[in-house]
C-alpha cells in the first residue's frame, strides 16, 4: 500500500459518547478518507471513537497511522490492524509525531485528551509553528458551548482576533474542504 499524498490528523475520544451520531460520524469520515485516498493519523487505540475511524478506514482500504504512547500500549488498547502503528514514550511526543506527519488536524467529540490536543495545535498555529488548517467537525451541536465560551474570550481581547483560525463544520464534507483536502 502507498503512502498517501495527503494525509489528516484526527483527535477523537477513546470512548464512544452518549449519542450514536459520534461513531456514525467517525465511520463516516474514515471511509471517506480511504475513498478519496487520503491518509489518516490518530491516536492509535482500538476503542471508542478513535477505533471506529480506523475501522471504517481500514475497511474501506485506506491507510492508516496510529501514534500512541506506551502507557496505552500497556493497557491493552493499541490497534493492531492499522497500517503502520508507532509507539512514542510520551503523550508530547505523539502530539508532535501526528502534526508534523498531517497536512491538517479534524477534531471529532472527545473530552479531556481531545481538548488539550485541540488547543495545542491551536496555539502551535497562533505562534506560527505551523499554518495547517484546524477543523472542529461540530457533530449533533457537540461543541456549541465550547465555541460560544470562545466567541466571548474573543470578545474579550483574550484571543486578540484568532478566534477565527478554528474552522468550524457540520458534516465530512465541509470539514474535509475547510482542511483543505477534499
Not at 498517501?4 to 474514515?30: H, M, N, W
Not at 474501506?60 to 501514534?67: H, I, Q, S, T
Request: negative net charge; aromatic residues 6%.
Amino acid at each position: 500500500m502507498r503512502i498517501p499524498e495527503k494525509s489528516i490528523a484526527v483527535f477523537c475520544a477513546a470512548a464512544d459518547g452518549a449519542r450514536p451520531q459520534y461513531r456514525d460520524t467517525a465511520e463516516e469520515l474514515g471511509a471517506t478518507l480511504a475513498r478519496r485516498g487520503i491518509g489518516l493519523i490518530y491516536g492509535g487505540a482500538k476503542v471508542g471513537l478513535m477505533g471506529a475511524v480506523a475501522d471504517a478506514t481500514v475497511k474501506a482500504g485506506g491507510y492508516v497511522v496510529g501514534v500512541i504512547p506506551h502507557v496505552l500500549v500497556d493497557k491493552e488498547v493499541a490497534h493492531d490492524g492499522v497500517t503502520e502503528l508507532h509507539v512514542t514514550e510520551t503523550m508530547h511526543t505523539r502530539k508532535a509525531m501526528m502534526a508534523e506527519r498531517a497536512n491538517a488536524f479534524v477534531i471529532l467529540p472527545g473530552g479531556f485528551g481531545t481538548f488539550e490536543e485541540m488547543f495545542e495545535v491551536l496555539a502551535w498555529q497562533t505562534l506560527k509553528i505551523h499554518s495547517k488548517p484546524v477543523v472542529l467537525l461540530n457533530t449533533e451541536g457537540f461543541y456549541d458551548t465550547m465555541l460560544t465560551f470562545l466567541d466571548h474570550c474573543d470578545a474579550e481581547g483574550m484571543l486578540r482576533g484568532n478566534r477565527k483560525i478554528l474552522l468550524v463544520a457540520k458534516t465530512v464534507d465541509e470539514a474535509l474542504t475547510s482542511a483543505g483536502v477534499a
